[in-house]
Antibody, heavy 119, light 107 residues
C-alpha cells in the first residue's frame, strides 16, 4: 500500500525557515517524480515544486524560486522541502504527492502538513 | 504560464442528476489534463488523466473529454459521495497549473 506521510509544518514568523519532510512507502521511490503542492485556506491547489526520481531535474513555481528547495534522499525514501524567507502568502496545507508513472499527474497524496506564517 | 479556468464555480444539483464541469486552458495543452476530486479535510483524488482516461478504481459514471483548450468532466448520475470540489490540472508545460475548482453541492 502506498503511503505518504508529511511532517514539519508549524507556525513560523515572516522571514523564518522551515523544513518539510515526506516519508514514502509501498512503492519504488527512486523511479518516481515527487512533488509538493499547497492549498491556502479556502483556496484552490497550487503546485509548488517537483523533482525527478534520480534528482536530475527540479522545477519550481515562480513565487518560491530562490526561497524554497526541493530535495530527496532515495536511500531513506524521503522527500523534503526547505523553505526560507517565508511570507504570509506561503500559509497553506502542504501536500506531498507521487507522480502517476513517469508523468506529472498525482495519483497518491499525503494527508498534508500545515504551515502558518504569522507574527 | 498556462491558466486553467474552471466553470461554473459552484454547481447545485440533486442526487441522480448529471453534472457537467468545464475547464478551459489559456493555450492548447493537447490532451495533457487531469481531474481530481477533493472532499473537505481530505487530499485530492485523481479521477481522470490525459483528458479521458479513468484512474484506477474510478467508477464509470465519471468521464472526461476534450482536447486543445476545452475540457469537460461529466458525472453521469450523481451519487451522494460525489458532492465535492473538482480541480483540473495541466502537465503540458512547466509550471504545472491547476484550475480554481468547481464545487458540486447538493441542491
Amino acid at each position: 500500500e502506498v503511503q505518504l506521510v508529511e511532517s514539519g509544518g508549524d507556525l513560523v514568523q515572516p522571514g523564518g525557515s522551515l523544513r518539510l519532510s515526506c516519508a514514502a512507502s509501498g512503492f519504488t521511490f527512486t523511479i518516481y517524480w515527487m512533488s509538493w503542492i499547497r492549498q491556502a485556506p479556502g483556496k484552490g491547489l497550487e503546485w509548488v515544486a517537483s523533482m525527478k526520481g534520480d534528482g536530475s531535474e527540479k522545477y519550481y513555481v515562480d513565487s518560491v524560486k530562490g526561497r524554497f528547495t526541493i530535495s530527496r534522499d532515495n536511500a531513506k525514501n524521503s522527500l523534503y522541502l526547505q523553505m526560507n524567507g517565508l511570507r504570509a502568502e506561503d500559509t497553506a496545507v502542504y501536500f506531498c504527492a507521487k507522480s502517476y508513472g513517469d508523468i506529472i499527474y498525482f495519483d497518491y497524496w499525503g494527508q498534508g502538513t500545515v504551515v502558518t506564517v504569522s507574527s | 504560464e498556462i491558466v486553467l479556468t474552471q466553470s461554473p464555480a459552484t454547481l447545485s444539483l440533486s442526487p441522480g442528476e448529471r453534472a457537467t464541469l468545464s475547464c478551459r486552458a489559456s493555450q492548447s495543452i493537447s490532451s495533457y489534463l487531469a481531474w481530481y476530486q477533493q472532499k473537505p479535510g481530505q487530499a485530492p483524488r485523481l479521477l481522470i488523466y490525459d483528458a479521458s482516461n479513468r484512474a484506477t478504481g474510478i467508477p464509470a459514471r465519471f468521464s472526461g473529454s476534450g482536447s486543445g483548450v476545452d475540457f469537460t468532466l461529466t458525472i453521469s448520475s450523481l451519487e451522494p459521495e460525489d458532492f465535492a470540489v473538482y480541480h483540473c490540472q495541466q502537465r503540458s508545460k512547466w509550471p504545472v497549473t491547476f484550475g480554481g475548482g468547481t464545487k458540486v453541492e447538493i441542491k
